[in-house]
């Protein structure tokens, strides 16, 4: 038997707007929005998929709950975002800074390879360079 990895969940102080902000990055839909939760999957995920794919092997969605303190530490766990290779990594990398994220240093070594940014409130993610499989 086999556990699957369901959702990663984002602590935020606006649930709606980090919601709709990663929904773009990522080119997902959102399927449940109010003020204690929102909730996006990815674009391709339907009724068919969901019936036709093992339980197992569904990818996971993310789900953005309030809390009321911010943050104030770098993340112990981030995402790690990759453009395929048929993919302007830069552009990606414009892309995601003109919708809000924000370059950060988190002691990562020079020319490491990936982009360390954060969203619009500060959760860190990586870009990583462009990739096929």
Same mark, same amino acid.
């Given at each position: 038997m086999?556990?699957?990895?369901?959702?990663?969940v984002?602590d935020c102080?606006?649930?709606?707007?980090?919601? @709709?902000?990663?929904?773009t990055?990522?080119?997902?839909? /959102?399927? =449940?929005?109010?003020?204690?939760?929102c909730?996006?999957? +990815?674009?391709? %995920?339907?009724?068919?998929?969901? @019936?036709?794919? +093992?339980?197992e092997?569904? $990818? +996971? &969605?993310?789900?953005? %709950? +309030?809390? *009321?303190?911010?943050?104030?530490?770098?993340?112990r766990? =981030?995402?790690?975002?990759?453009p =395929?290779?048929?993919?302007? @990594?830069?552009?990606?990398?414009?892309?995601?800074?003109? /919708? &809000?994220?924000h @370059?950060v240093?988190? &002691?990562q *070594?020079? &020319? *490491? $390879?990936?982009?360390? /940014?954060?969203?619009?409130? $500060?959760?860190?993610?990586?870009? /990583?360079?462009?990739?096929?499989?």
């Open positions: 086999a556990l699957r990895w369901y959702s990663v984002v102080a606006d649930v709606k707007a980090q919601a @709709r902000w990663w929904a990055a990522l080119d997902w839909r /959102l399927i =449940h929005e109010t003020d204690d939760e909730i996006i999957i +990815p674009s391709w %995920v339907d009724e068919t998929v969901m @019936r036709e794919t +093992p339980w092997r569904i $990818g +996971p &969605g993310m789900v953005f %709950v +309030p809390v *009321p303190e911010g943050k104030t530490v770098k993340n766990l =981030h995402l790690d975002l990759a =395929h290779t048929s993919q302007d @990594r830069d552009a990606e990398i414009n892309r995601l800074l003109d /919708l &809000g994220a @370059r240093d988190v &002691g *070594p020079e &020319g *490491p $390879g990936w982009t360390v /940014l954060a969203d619009p409130e $500060g959760n860190e993610f990586c870009v /990583l360079s462009s990739r096929d499989t």
